[in-house]
C-alpha cells in the first residue's frame, strides 16, 4: 500500500543550524510534492512545491531537494530561528489530490 | 480576501447527534477538500470537489459521514448519526489546479475541532 513517512521522532536544534527534515514514500510516483508548515491550533501552511523533474528548489532560507530513485525528499531550513519551530508536513499528488505524511515537530532552541 | 472560512472552530456534541460543519472557499479557486486531522493518522483526505462536483469520496470513512458543495462558495461535511471515534480536528482547503494554480498549493482554514462525547 501507499505510504509517506517523516521523521517520527521530534527534532530539537540550535538556533543558526540547519535543520534538515526527511520525507520518504512507497508505492507513490508523484509528479509533485509539497512541503506544508502547521502551527498549534492552526491549519497548514504552504511553503514549496517541487516538481519530479527538479532535484532542487529554493525559496529565502528554504531548500526543497527531490530524489525520485531514492523516493526520498528533503527540506532544509538554514539558519534556524525559534519562529520556525512548527510541525512540517510533506504532501505528494496522486492525480488531482495530495496525500500528507503525519509530520515533523521541529523546535528551534534560542 | 479573508482565505477559507470554517465555522464552527469548536464542536462539542453528544453521541448520536447530527453535526453540520461549514467551509467558504476562496473566491475562484475550482478544487475543495475535506480533511481530518488525528494524532494518530494525520491528515486525511474525506472528500473532494471540483467546480462543485464530488470527483472522490473514498476517504469518506462510512455512510454517517456526506458532504454537498451546493454552489462554488460553500460546502458541508455532515455526520449523522456523530461518534466518539469521529473527535477530530476537520479542515476544509480549496486550491485552483487549474491554469497552472498548483504552485500555489493548497489554502487551508482554520479547521473545525469536534469532540463527540
Known amino acids: 500500500s501507499q505510504k509517506i513517512e517523516q521523521n517520527s521522532e521530534a527534532l530539537n536544534i540550535q538556533e543558526g543550524k540547519t535543520a534538515t527534515l526527511t520525507c520518504n514514500y512507497t508505492?507513490?510516483?508523484?509528479?509533485?510534492l509539497q512541503w506544508y508548515r502547521q502551527d498549534p491550533g492552526r491549519g497548514p501552511v504552504f511553503l514549496l512545491l517541487i516538481r519530479e523533474n527538479e532535484k532542487e528548489k529554493r525559496k529565502e532560507r528554504l531548500k526543497v531537494t527531490f530524489d525520485t530513485t531514492l523516493k526520498q525528499s528533503l527540506f532544509h531550513i538554514t539558519a534556524s530561528q525559534p519562529a520556525d519551530s512548527a510541525t512540517y508536513l510533506c504532501?505528494?499528488?496522486?492525480?488531482?489530490?495530495?496525500?500528507f505524511g503525519t509530520g515533523t515537530s521541529l523546535t528551534v532552541i534560542p | 480576501d479573508a482565505g477559507v472560512i470554517q465555522s464552527p472552530r469548536h464542536e462539542v456534541t453528544e453521541m448520536g447527534q447530527e453535526v453540520t460543519l461549514r467551509c467558504k472557499p476562496i473566491s475562484g479557486h475550482d478544487y475543495l477538500f475535506w480533511y481530518r486531522q488525528t494524532m494518530m493518522r494525520g491528515l486525511e483526505l474525506l472528500i473532494y470537489?471540483?467546480?462543485?462536483?464530488?470527483?472522490?469520496d473514498s476517504g469518506m470513512p462510512e455512510d454517517r459521514f456526506s458532504a454537498k458543495m451546493p454552489n462554488a462558495s460553500f460546502s458541508t461535511l455532515k455526520i449523522q448519526p456523530s461518534e466518539p471515534r469521529d473527535s477530530a480536528v476537520y479542515f476544509c482547503a480549496s486550491s485552483l489546479l487549474s491554469r497552472g494554480g498548483i504552485d500555489y498549493g493548497y489554502t487551508f482554514g482554520s479547521g473545525t475541532r469536534l469532540t463527540v462525547v
Open positions: 508505492n507513490y510516483s508523484p509528479a509533485y
Open positions: 470537489f471540483n467546480n462543485n462536483v464530488p470527483i472522490d
Open positions: 504532501a505528494l499528488d496522486s492525480g488531482n489530490q495530495f496525500y
